[in-house]
């Protein structure tokens, strides 16, 4: 009996420990998909039927002409003013996801159970993964949106009956798709950190077997004080 349970124990902490990697790596990954949505000049594409080998794409920092014989071309936006509203707010929520999606990796990664630092304070842990994971389910808000708005123009105007049919229309660019795989792997990671810091400790295990168990695990000092190899 006190076999099974010491094995329930570790196995316990080692789903623990495996949940909060998961979460931790999937936030991460949509923090850097997020800096690269905020710079990547593909918010928007534009084919032109009149000339095949001429491409556009535009940003929120800057439009470009792909051509094939020149090559690429881009120049900045000279007003922030000047831009279209989707595209002012998109980079002021950018911005504001690529900073709270940073300051929720760092709380969360002191919050590990597996971190050394603080490894007696499991209430200031608790905390740290809390505060994190509501950080991460803001940043993935904050990309969903600016992201959804520019889609939702996009589609909106190209089906607009007001305008002729010869004028060009702008479509889907990949850093949209970026940006939506970048807010779901934020809210994801947020969502795991906040389920792992709500669910309840592994209680301890005694004896000779809770020590072997516990050694065979990647994070040894997930509960309070370190084992005893003497007992």
Request: one cysteine or more; proline letters at 5%.
């Amino acid at each position: 009996m006190g076999v099974a349970v010491t094995r329930f124990v570790a196995m316990a902490l080692v789903f623990r420990t495996a949940m909060q990697s998961v979460g931790l790596l999937s936030s991460f990954l949509g923090w850097v998909l997020s800096i690269m949505t905020t710079y990547l000049p593909h918010w928007k594409n534009l084919n032109l039927d009149l000339n095949e080998m001429e491409n556009w794409t535009m940003g929120l920092w800057q439009t470009c002409v792909i051509q094939e014989e020149v090559g690429r071309q881009c120049k900045d936006f000279d007003s922030f003013l000047a831009l279209p509203a989707e595209l002012r707010i998109a980079r002021v929520c950018m911005f504001l996801s690529n900073g709270l999606g940073l300051l929720g990796v760092l709380l969360s990664g002191l919050g590990l159970d597996c971190l050394r630092i603080g490894e007696t304070r499991h209430h200031l842990k608790k905390r740290l993964l809390l505060l994190g994971g509501a950080l991460l389910w803001t940043a993935g808000i904050t990309a969903l949106v600016p992201v959804s708005w520019v889609a939702h123009v996009t589609v909106r105007e190209f089906w607009d009956e007001s305008i002729p049919e010869i004028v060009p229309r702008w479509e889907f660019g990949e850093a949209l798709f970026v940006g939506w795989f970048a807010g779901f792997s934020l809210l994801v990671g947020g969502c795991l950190l906040h389920c792992v810091a709500c669910s309840v400790p592994a209680p301890p295990a005694s004896g000779h077997y809770a020590v072997a168990e516990m050694q065979q695990t990647q994070c040894p000092h997930l509960e309070d004080g370190p084992a005893d190899p003497k007992v």
